[in-house]
Every structure is written in C-alpha cells, then in structure tokens.
C-alpha cells in the first residue's frame, strides 16, 4: 500500500499536466464545433485528477503507517522492552566470560600474594575467580550510583549494567552504539588513539547510517509481527494473557498457565515461527547476515577501538587477538585487512621498548610492577606524546646511514618523562583499558546472543 501510494503521489503532477493536455485538446474541439470540453470543464478536470492523486497517495502512504504504528504501541505495550528481562536471566553467562576474558588478566599480577601460602597458581586463581564472582552478583544486585559501586566493591560493571538495560529485538537495544558515541572513558580512548570524528572515523561513516536504518527497520518489523501475533492470539483464546514475552522468549511455550488454553502452545510455536521468518528470512544463516546488518558494526568499531588501544589484544598475550576475534564473524574484509595491519604494527618496536626500559627503567620489568609496565606499553603503543617514534629512533636507528642525514634523536630525559607519568597514571590506563574491553566483549556477547535467540525461536 505504502509503495503504490508513493507512486501515486509521486506522479500526481504527471498525471495533472496530461489533463492540462486532455483539456486543451477539448477547448480546441470546441472551437471548431466538435464533442469538447467547456472552459469550466477544461479547467476543474486537471485540478480534479491533480487533487485525487495527491488526496490518493497521501491516504495510501499514511494509513500503513497507521497499521505499524498501531502494531508497535500494541507491542510495546504487551511487553516487548521487557524482553531484556530475558537478557538478564544470562547474567551468569555474561559474568563468566567477563571473566574469562577480561577480569581475570586483572588479578592475574595478584594471585602471586597467595603463592606463599603453598597454593598452586590455578588453586589461586580459582579462588580470585570465586571472589570475583561473588562481588560480581552483589553490584547486579544491588542498587547503587555505579561509580560509587565501582569504588566500594573494586569492579566496574556499569557498561554490563548499561547493555543489559536493552532488550533483545526490540528499539531500546541501542546501549552499545550509545556508549561508543557518548560515553565519557570511551570517547576520551577514541581521542588518543585517533578514532573520534572525522578521518579517523570515515570508514564507518556511511555504513553507521546503514546499520541505524536497518535497525529502525528491523525493529519496527518485529514489533508489528508480534504486536499482530499477539492481538490474534488475544482474540483467539478469548484472554489477555498473551503478550510479546509469549512469542519471543523460548521456554515460555512450555510454561504451565499457557498448557490451559486448548492448543495454544502449538499456536504460539507456529506464529512464533513465521514472525520471525517473516523478518529474517527462511534459515538460520539468512537470519545470521540480516542481524549483522544492525550488529556487526557495533563489533567491528569495537574491536578495531580496542586494538587501537590495548596492545596485549593485539599480540596475542591474552590467549585470543584481534584478527582471531574477526576471522570467525568477518562481514566486511577491509575491516579484517586493517585489524592484521595493526598487529603487525604493535609487534614492531617491542623490543626496542623492552631494551629502552631494561636500560633506563629497569624496575618496571619486575612483576610486582606488572600494571604500571602495561600502563606504559599502553603509552608506548599508541605513541603517546611520540614516545613509540622516539624509543624507536633511539634504539633500532641507531646506527648511523651512510650518505644519509642523521635524524634528531629526541632526549632521553624527554622519553622517560612520558614513561614515569604512564607508569604513575596506571590507575587510569587500567580503567579505560578495562572498560574498552568490556565494551568490545560485549559486542561479541550481544551477538551470539541474539544469533542463539534466532535459532531456538524459529530454526
């Protein structure tokens, strides 16, 4: 309805000069004394076509947009934004691959305190997990200002917090392009590393306004499947009862009150199935590549943030990289070719920044000094105030080039000053570090969930 009244109204001023043309023909008749058109006529019969195209299209555009509408305050108000109550019943699920892959690289240098104890290091780290997870349990559970729940009981979950206040499949689940876009510890990483704006954000320009499309789209389409499953099962069964949780949250079909409706559970599973196949398409791997069309980006501006940032993601030393990340998930190759540029670009100079502290700084490698030396490969790694062209200048280019200028070496006291201010400033370089990483495992969180979502709903 929507694509003809478009037409229509498109057309409406085609369709009005060729009566211009019809009526002109008429005068012209009637002034040779043949069958025409009177001026009167002549003149109301372009206005009158004009009119009802204009009148036609417009109705025909706007009554769809009525139906949706209707469907999507239909759906809302069964409950569809309170499909993130489902997200949250993977709590554990989240919090242990926070863990897995974030948390615990952050009591790794802490688990030597319980060495002397006669512990072996897994035993330790199993009870570090264990504290962990407690304290995890007791922010999500507790209701306090996130910061100062960051302060009292030492983690930062108020990016988990943020996403899990989204709900899956419905208009609200925009917390990760949020906290990419505007939160202030992410921005500030965006600044340093040259992703913010601009140049440094041009390849993610037009495919941003892709992926809010897609989304508006794909949200929109959801809420007008279930709002109009659910008026039909509404009316069916004579009750209220029936809201989006019945059509979107799997186990639900299974639940007891729904086993008193006579063949309601059968009817759920079958329009279950066509909402969401009517959206995403007849199999899983169709469905997989249209959720990529509102997912995919938030990930791939994630992870080249975070290989932007954290050096240790892109060498490989926390067991998993970037461009292992996004071989598994790739949507687009450039953004795979530029995630191995930047490791290659990380390994160079290494152990010119190793040989540079041995020399001048040799504390920093002992391991009761492991944060404030990460805190300063951080630095190192996105050349903060030149120190990576300067370290790099002065140990590798040392050798003076025959029949070639000698470049200036910058100070020593100039690099070490960059190197002791990272070193002192280790407290900030771990919170942004923690929350860039968060922020990018829960992108992959985000996606494997809805992909797992997709496939017990409807394939």
């Excluded at 206040?165 to 992410?186: M, V």
């Excluded at 929109?220 to 029936?242: K, Q």
Aim: aromatic share 8%; proline share 3%; charged share 30%.
């Amino acid at each position: 309805m929507y694509h003809v009244g478009n037409m229509i109204y498109r057309k409406s001023l085609r369709y009005t000069m060729l009566m211009v043309g019809i009526s002109l023909l008429g005068l012209l008749a009637s002034s040779f004394s043949l069958p025409g058109l009177t001026v009167r006529q002549a003149i109301a019969l372009p206005l009158i076509i004009g009119g009802l195209s204009l009148v036609l299209g417009s109705a025909l555009k706007i009554i769809p947009g009525l139906i949706s509408s209707r469907l999507q305050t239909v759906a809302q108000a069964s409950d569809l934004n309170l499909m993130e109550d489902y997200r949250k019943t993977q709590t554990d699920e989240h919090i242990e691959a926070l863990w897995r892959r974030v948390f615990r690289f952050e009591c790794r240098p802490k688990s030597t305190d319980l060495d002397g104890d006669g512990r072996p290091d897994d035993e330790a780290m199993e009870l570090l997990k264990s504290d962990f997870l407690a304290r995890a349990t007791e922010a999500l559970s507790s209701h306090l200002p996130q910061i100062r729940q960051m302060h009292l009981l030492g983690l930062d979950l108020r990016y988990l917090e943020d996403w899990r206040d989204g709900a899956y499949l419905d208009c609200s689940d925009t917390k990760l392009s949020e906290q990419f876009e505007g939160n202030a510890t992410l921005t500030t990483v965006r600044r340093r590393v040259g992703l913010f704006g601009g140049f440094g954000m041009r390849r993610f320009m037009i495919r941003k306004l892709s992926r809010n499309l897609w989304f508006r789209f794909i949200t929109r389409m959801i809420a007008m499947e279930v709002g109009s499953a659910v008026e039909r099962l509404n009316s069916r069964y004579e009750t209220d009862l029936f809201n989006s949780q019945v059509l979107l949250w799997p186990s639900e079909a299974d639940s007891t009150w729904l086993g008193k409706f006579e063949g309601a559970r059968d009817k759920v599973l079958d329009l279950r199935r066509k909402s969401i196949r009517n959206v995403f398409g007849p199999d899983i791997e169709t469905a997989g590549e249209v959720l990529d069309r509102m997912l995919y980006l938030d990930f791939a501006m994630a992870s080249e943030l975070r290989m932007r940032y954290d050096a240790e993601y892109c060498l490989g030393d926390l067991g998993y990289n970037g461009p292992g990340d996004l071989e598994s998930g790739c949507r687009e190759p450039r953004d795979l070719q530029v995630a191995r540029e930047l490791s290659r670009r990380a390994g160079k100079g290494r152990i010119a920044l190793k040989r540079f502290l041995r020399e001048h700084r040799g504390e920093l490698l002992d391991p009761k000094n492991a944060m404030k030396l990460r805190a300063v490969e951080t630095a190192f790694h996105i050349d903060c105030k030149g120190l990576r062209r300067g370290i790099i200048s002065r140990v590798i280019r040392s050798r003076p080039e025959k029949k070639k200028k000698k470049k200036k070496k910058r100070p020593v006291e100039e690099l070490l000053a960059i190197v002791d201010h990272a070193a002192k400033d280790e407290r900030s370089v771990t919170r942004r570090l923690v929350a860039v990483r968060i922020h990018h495992e829960l992108t992959r969180l985000s996606r494997s969930g809805y992909h797992r979502l997709l496939a017990e709903l409807a394939y």
